[in-house]
């Protein structure tokens, strides 16, 4: 596991107690406001809006708590969450996440949707993700910072201990220009599924270096 002086600049390993989940949460939304993902589930651009910031600022990051790490880019502008390998996202590790509170929060037919887009996703790792992998649940910057290199850095502590433990790395993306730049870091297209209905996903991994 990498030591904090191991790390990026500007990088550090966050935990449940020191996360800040307001500050993060805003940062996610900003990111991902026109990710197919979110409008699929909430095509309503203000209810998606104030979504995001709970499904990315709380539920998603306790799945990483629950089963992998986060890191988080210095000011909250950015952070990736990592699962670890053998740990699987869920029903049981969405339960202890806080995901019954998706119903009530956003009614049955955006839950419908989740358990859709869920069903894809957990299709595509289970065919095409690489045995013993880490996954790469999440990684986000908010628009200010994007191409300051904090991506790269949010990936590097993890890409690093996957090399060293020979494990390779896998992740989804339903956006077509994150494709060359996860190849630029190593990543190759292992995989696609589409969401009934919906958009598409690309399955990517990247093998030890």
Known sequence: MPSASDLPPGIHRATA???D???LGRAMSAAFIDDAGGMYLWPDPDERRRALQWYYGVLVPR???GGGRLYVGDGGAGQSVWIAPGNGVGL???VRAGALGFPRRYGAAATWRLKKLSDT???LRREAAPPGHWYLLLLGVEPEAQGTGLGARLMAPMIAEANREGRAVYLETSTPSNLPYYRGHGF???GERRVPGGHGYWGMARPPA
Do not use: C, K, P, T
């Open 63 to 65: 799945l990483g708590f």
């Open 121 to 123: 996703i957990d299709a």
């Open 92 to 94: 049981a590790s969405g």
């Open 188 to 190: 190759e297209v292992v």
């Open 21 to 23: 989940a307001e500050r």
């Open 17 to 19: 107690s020191g996360y």
